[in-house]
């Protein structure tokens, strides 16, 4: 992928630094610091920074997944009025992540047209990836975090006293129950796709789309008696599973070759989508168009940049996930 080096960009196709024997390894994360509503220390003990009105910025695409998980909690706890958003192109350039137009940074930063002008921000000899969503603090010039784990578990409760919206979807009580999940699910199915669309061989290919189609066959029979992942809550964990979900049929289906089946082939995974699709204002964080656009323009796994005109899918086709509300229910 694009990336830096010692400060300086570097240009290259998407992933290119992050296969190793024909396989795709994602690469880490690399800042991790919190947000908490008076800014003492997190749980671990960490420095963290205080949840202030317009201090943060994300710095999002509609085409990303990890952004898009982002873009989800800030809608769902109330926080379009506290923190602003910057959407870039969909296409990934030779630049990387692209701005239409510059954008505000904040008063100790200079408008920006390419994300990486972030990181150098931040670090002036940052190496590595470039990537969203960036949780940007304003005051400060710097990024906060770049993990969307991190972030989405940030915006879940850093700006309750700001919002009143105590709605936890990472509850005490169930996390046992959502890290499980969460580790099978981004493992084969968020990271799973991926790691089928980039692979380099053959055998990395088969092995990653079967696995895919393994860990959506398990969900699938999961779904048929619970309402939501983690039983009686909807949870971060439905919400980090519906990002991959949205996609799979636009995108990771044709130009990443997990093509075993459709997810509209799933009856059980098909009308969760549709649930979660449907639910208050996530609608709004999703956009087919900068998906396809984004992910067909990738040049190493489609040359000619053709961007289909399909699938025709119907996200606000009614669900049929009512007839599991005793076995679901969700508590606010």
């Known amino acids: 992928m694009p990336a830096l080096v010692n400060g300086q960009w570097v240009k290259g196709d998407v992933a290119a630094s992050e296969i190793s024997g024909g396989a795709f390894h ?13 800014g003492r220390p997190d749980a671990q003990g960490n420095p963290a920074l205080p949840a202030e009105p317009g201090r943060y910025q994300l710095f999002v695409s ?76 304003r005051v400060e010039g710097r990024i906060v975090n770049n993990e969307s784990a991190d972030i989405i578990r940030i915006l879940n409760t850093a700006f309750d006293g700001l919002t009143g ?15 499980h999940w969460n580790g099978m699910i981004y493992e084969n199915i968020n990271n799973g796709v991926y790691r089928a669309g980039f692979a380099k061989s053959q055998q990395a290919y088969e092995e990653a789309a079967t696995r895919v189609f393994e860990a959506l066959d398990r969900v699938e029979a999961h779904l048929e008696d619970h309402r939501y992942i983690a039983g009686q809550h909807l949870t971060e964990a439905d919400w980090r599973l519906f990002v991959t979900l949205v996609r799979f049929d636009a995108a990771y289906h044709g130009v990443f070759k997990c093509n075993i089946r459709r997810l509209s082939d799933y009856h059980n995974l098909s009308n969760y989508m549709r649930e979660l699709y449907q639910w208050q204002d996530v609608r709004g964080t999703v956009k087919i168009d900068h998906i396809k656009a984004g992910y067909y323009s ?35």
């Open 26 to 38: 994602r690469e880490a994360t690399h800042f991790h610091r919190w947000i908490t509503p008076d």
């Open 62 to 137: 509609y085409l990303c997944p990890w952004a898009s998980r982002t873009l989800i909690f800030r809608k769902l706890k109330g926080l379009s009025d506290i923190i602003r958003i910057s959407v870039a192109e969909p296409a990934i350039g030779e630049n990387g992540w692209t701005f239409a137009v510059e954008q505000d940074a904040g008063p100790k930063a200079p408008p920006i047209r390419y994300l990486h002008q972030l990181y150098t921000q931040s670090e002036p000899s940052y190496t590595g990836k470039v990537s969203v969503p960036v949780l940007w603090d």
């Open 165 to 179: 919206d105590n709605h936890d979807y990472y509850p005490e009580q169930l996390r046992p129950q959502i890290d």
């Open 298 to 332: 990738i040049a190493h796994v489609n040359p000619t940049g053709i961007i289909p005109l399909g699938p025709l899918v119907d996200f606000d086709a009614p669900h049929d996930r009512e007839r599991l509300l005793g076995k679901g229910v969700v508590c606010r």
